[in-house]
């Protein structure tokens, strides 16, 4: 296989990182703050790949004063026909559904395809966790596993151990349309929140070229570095390292991480280190009996609170203890094995279209499990 040179992945379409004269920094500042809140509320849209057990980021959400405008579904570990319906029955299981409505997002990630990606793994190597993108396993989907493979229309009855959902999606808006309308409807107080692929959020910043600077922030959970040598490990090592939530949809990540956003927050590392112990899930399971945590039975705690870790930062900002600035960029370049990773920059040395990122490192682990104690509890209800 001929490897091209760095400068032809720079140049051309699929290149790594986007030319340097799309525009350039402020020498002073990056991106002024989003327009002044007209009241003290703080407004969420939750975009994630939503899995049964994937209600505990919207009840600390809830839990931290916010409101939820709305639960975005994207494909990233399975498909968008799960992902929402998944939405929508965590939604009724706490009786959610009448305040909180549910948007499906796109179904196809930018460029990235099944057979992409199959290409991907001969040539740089095979995944541990391949996401919605690993073969189809009627097996696994007959024992409760989400679709994975190629079709997309493919459900999965079996694996909505939260019950099957009777509420259906908003129809007739994508999710990018509803989180345009909703940003501008509120403008400089809505928080984007991604968990799984950033497809739809990178559709919205396409479709409306003011969609990102009038949004409150962005918070993210993916961008690992630096764990080459820890996928090592073990397969598990492996799995936790792959960084499937950018994997998934490269380009998406990149459109979003370079965005104007007036604050864009990485839960990529720090996500990796919060793990729940049975010790905390025991006491969870025998001191309440609410539906949501009947449901933490399923719980797997062979791995870490991912999208949990990134919805604490985003509804507690105060848990973060750790954090740096840098300079962010998601490689897209598919003749690499580096593809979708994250690279971080200080500003002297950054690509002139990167722009900053707050980058968290730490975060108060104790009270992180306080508050998942805490709204699992007493979950928030609709008013």
């Known amino acids: 296989m001929k490897i091209t040179t760095a400068l032809n992945i720079l140049l051309s379409t699929g290149g790594a990182l986007a030319k340097p004269q799309l525009f350039s920094r402020n020498a002073t500042s990056d991106y002024p703050p989003a327009s002044t809140p007209s009241n003290g509320t703080r407004y969420a849209i939750m975009d994630n790949d939503w899995t049964s057990i994937g209600f505990l980021p919207f009840l600390l959400a809830l839990g931290g004063g916010m409101k939820i405008l709305g639960l975005a579904s994207d494909t990233a570990n399975t498909w968008v026909d799960q992902t929402t319906l998944h939405g929508l029955a965590l939604l009724e299981r706490g009786n959610l559904s009448s305040c909180i409505p549910v948007v499906k997002g796109e179904t196809y990630p930018l460029v990235q395809t099944y057979q992409r990606f199959q290409i991907y793994q001969q040539l740089?190597?095979?995944?541990?966790?391949?996401g919605v993108f690993a073969p189809t396993n009627l097996t696994a989907q007959a024992t409760g596993g989400d679709p994975t493979g190629s079709d997309p229309t493919q459900i999965s009855r079996s694996a909505f151990t939260e019950g099957y959902p009777n509420t259906t999606a908003v129809p007739g808006v994508s999710a990018a349309q509803f989180m345009i309308d909703q940003v501008f409807k509120y403008p400089g107080q809505v928080s984007i929140y991604s968990a799984g692929a950033l497809t739809n959020i990178a559709t919205a910043i396409r479709l409306n070229s003011s969609f990102a600077s009038t949004a409150r922030e962005l918070v993210i959970m993916g961008g690992y570095?630096?764990?080459?040598?820890?996928?090592?490990?073990?397969?598990?090592?492996?799995?936790?390292?792959?960084?499937?939530?950018?994997l998934v949809d490269p380009e998406a990540?990149?459109?979003?991480?370079?965005?104007?956003?007036?604050?864009?927050?990485?839960?990529?590392?720090?996500?990796?280190?919060?793990?729940?112990?049975?010790?905390?899930?025991?006491?969870?399971?025998?001191?309440?009996?609410?539906?949501?945590?009947?449901?933490?039975?399923?719980?797997?705690?062979?791995?870490?609170?991912?999208?949990?870790?990134?919805?604490?930062?985003?509804?507690?900002?105060?848990?973060v203890t750790g954090s740096v600035e840098a300079y962010m960029d998601v490689n897209t370049a598919f003749d690499s094995p580096d593809l979708a990773r994250t690279h971080l920059w200080s500003k002297e040395f950054a690509p002139s279209h990167t722009r900053s990122v707050h980058y968290v490192t730490s975060v108060?682990?104790?009270?992180?499990?306080?508050?998942?104690?805490?709204?699992?509890?007493?979950?928030?209800t609709c008013p």
């Open 225 to 246: 570095v630096d764990l080459n040598l820890y996928q090592l490990n073990s397969p598990l090592a492996q799995d936790i390292g792959s960084d499937i939530n950018f």
């Open 124 to 130: 740089w190597g095979s995944l541990e966790w391949q």
């Open 253 to 319: 990540a990149h459109i979003a991480v370079t965005a104007p956003f007036s604050s864009i927050t990485i839960a990529g590392n720090v996500a990796n280190q919060q793990y729940l112990t049975q010790t905390q899930l025991n006491t969870i399971l025998n001191s309440s009996d609410n539906a949501y945590a009947q449901l933490m039975s399923n719980y797997f705690i062979e791995l870490p609170l991912w999208d949990e870790t990134a919805a604490a930062i985003m509804a507690y900002p105060e848990l």
């Open 364 to 380: 108060d682990q104790a009270g992180f499990f306080q508050r998942v104690e805490s709204v699992l509890a007493k979950p928030e």
